[in-house]
């Protein structure tokens, strides 16, 4: 994933910043429209657990990152299923 983003940030908090500091990125021109879905398909795989609160984006990230960050995340994460049971 590079070094840009934490991979594996240790709260919810931390992954809020990381997906807000991304999106910033992405609507700066920083970082592509690939760049930006490997980053949040990422995060949907190895951090679903702080990520997802039921079949919802967590409800502290959607507080800290905001709205039109989280709709962002939401169509990039268009189609994507979790897995059930914890299995990667």
Do not use: H
């Amino acid at each position: 994933m590079g070094n840009e983003y934490l991979q594996y940030p240790a709260t919810v908090k931390a992954l809020a910043e990381e997906l807000k500091t991304a999106c910033n990125d992405y609507n700066a021109r920083r970082i592509d429209n690939t760049r930006i879905k490997e980053i949040v398909m990422w995060y949907a795989t190895a951090q679903a657990d702080k990520l997802f609160a039921a079949n919802q984006i967590n409800p502290t990230i959607s507080k800290i990152i905001g709205k039109k960050r989280v709709k962002l995340i939401s169509d990039l994460l268009d189609g994507y299923q979790q897995r059930i049971g914890g299995d990667r």
